[in-house]
């Protein structure tokens, strides 16, 4: 059974490009959500999909925007990025939204 | 307001127990979480409580909760080389659509032969 997978692993942008993350949930998953972690911190809630519909937002601008397929795989898409965006970028699936469990992450740099 | 905390390091030898603590504020958390991510990964769950309980264990990991303190640790016994790693404690939200994890900035084992 494979777990949850994101792609890609690593990615190189420029200031104010736009970058699209993709993350397919575990198998029986019905629910994604997607966390920023910036280096030294712990993991920030940035939003989650259920039934292809954002459910729950963080604390972040509409420069990030989400997208969930009817097969419960999703897409993080960020616009003009900035420097500050440069993070660990981590996909969770679960069944409803309680026990969480993550995939390896997407390496955001932002040059 | 939610906020939860961690000691940032800990450090014990190879055989110890170790011992790895966190303080939450949102009283009404329905489940709390310890997670390990080890260098370049993603996190691993590794155990969860659930509001109602006191303890949790499972094989070397115990974990306690004291909701009077809002209070929550994990226990690692006959600690190895290989659990060296950063621990964080998460806490996820109560009802409705809340089921947001609210982590805490980690704490870093490091286990010493």
């Known amino acids: 059974d494979a777990g949850v997978t994101q792609s890609p692993t690593h990615l190189i942008k420029t200031r104010g490009q736009q970058v699209t993350l993709r993350c397919s949930p575990k198998?029986?998953?019905?629910?994604v959500s997607w966390y920023q972690q910036a280096l030294g911190q712990g993991p920030q809630f940035i939003f989650q999909?259920?039934?292809?519909?954002?459910?729950q937002r963080g604390n972040f601008p509409d420069r990030f925007s989400g997208h969930q397929f009817p097969n419960y795989s999703s897409e993080l898409n960020v616009n003009a990025l900035l420097l500050g965006d440069s993070a660990l970028y981590l996909c969770?699936?679960?069944?409803?939204?309680?026990?969480?469990?993550f995939g390896p992450g997407t390496r955001l740099t932002v040059t | 307001g939610e906020d939860v905390e961690q000691s940032l390091f800990l450090s014990v030898r190879e055989g110890d127990s170790s011992v790895i603590n966190c303080t939450y504020t949102?009283?009404?958390?329905?489940?709390l979480y310890w997670y390990k991510q080890e260098p370049g990964a993603g996190l691993q769950l590794l155990t969860y409580?659930?509001?109602?309980?006191d303890m949790k264990q499972d094989q070397r990991l115990t974990v306690l909760l004291n909701k009077k303190d809002k209070h929550l640790s994990l226990r690692i016994a006959d600690t190895q080389t290989g659990d060296s790693a950063i621990y964080f404690c998460?806490?996820?939200?109560?009802?409705?659509?809340?089921?947001?994890?609210?982590f805490g900035t980690g704490t870093l084992l490091a286990v010493q032969p």
């Open positions: 999909y259920y039934e292809e519909e954002e459910r």
């Open positions: 949102d009283s009404s958390s329905t489940y």
């Open positions: 998460a806490e996820l939200g109560y009802g409705g659509a809340t089921n947001k994890l609210i």
């Open positions: 969770a699936s679960s069944l409803k939204g309680f026990e969480q469990y």
């Open positions: 409580i659930f509001s109602n309980m």
């Open positions: 198998s029986g998953h019905d629910t």
